[in-house]
């Protein structure tokens, strides 16, 4: 069973795709991520990172960071439930996760994030004071040509566990400009320092 309806993607790439470093960068700014928990060599965000070999599902993420800490996941698309499963366990045992997956409430890993996560977090299209409607669907990294590319079939939206107890799930909503510009800046004064 696959979470993937309609992708043209090639299948040994649809589980390659590398999260916008500009995207990454603004949400570290907010939870200081101290490890990428899907990653590999070429598309890690974090200096620590778990890679397929090492399998996430079941190496315990405490082991990569201080408690409390957040970790940072891009899963694999083609099957997000057990990443799902795998962050509200984690939450356990004080360990955060924000999660980046497909604006896709119809399925059933979103129940289960639902009922574990304290926020769900959608990232919304912007309008610049022209009026015009800016996409805020994400153009991820491929992981062929480094470039990024268009032709994301669905929203996106951040589920968050903090390494806190949770009182409820929230909603809430952040345009994807907002978060690429600001993540920008910071890329461009670390490259500056």
């Given at each position: ?9 090639p299948a040994d790439q649809r589980d390659s795709w590398r999260t916008p470093p500009e ?128 032709g994301n079939n669905k929203g996106s939206m951040l589920v968050i566990w903090p390494p ?30």
């Amino acid at each position: 069973m696959t979470d993937y309806t309609g992708s043209n993607t090639p299948a040994d790439q649809r589980d390659s795709w590398r999260t916008p470093p500009e995207l990454f960068s603004a949400l570290d700014a907010e939870f200081c991520f101290q490890l990428d928990a899907a990653a590999s060599v070429e598309n890690t965000l974090c200096r620590r990172y778990i890679t397929a070999e090492q399998n996430t599902l079941v190496t315990p993420w405490r082991d990569y960071i201080t408690i409390p800490g957040h970790v940072w996941l891009n899963p694999p698309y083609s099957n997000i439930a057990p990443f799902v499963a795998k962050a509200a366990a984690e939450k356990l045992t004080g360990v955060g996760c924000v999660m980046l997956l497909p604006a896709d409430t119809s399925v059933g890993w979103y129940r289960q994030a639902l009922d574990t996560a304290s926020e769900i977090r959608f990232i919304t299209a912007s309008v610049d004071d022209s009026g015009r409607v800016n996409s805020g669907r994400i153009k991820f990294v491929n992981p062929v040509t480094g470039a990024p590319q268009g032709g994301n079939n669905k929203g996106s939206m951040l589920v968050i566990w903090p390494p806190w107890p949770r009182a409820v799930c929230q909603y809430s909503s952040v345009e994807l400009d907002s978060l690429m510009q600001y993540g920008a800046r910071r890329i461009a004064r670390r490259e500056a320092a």
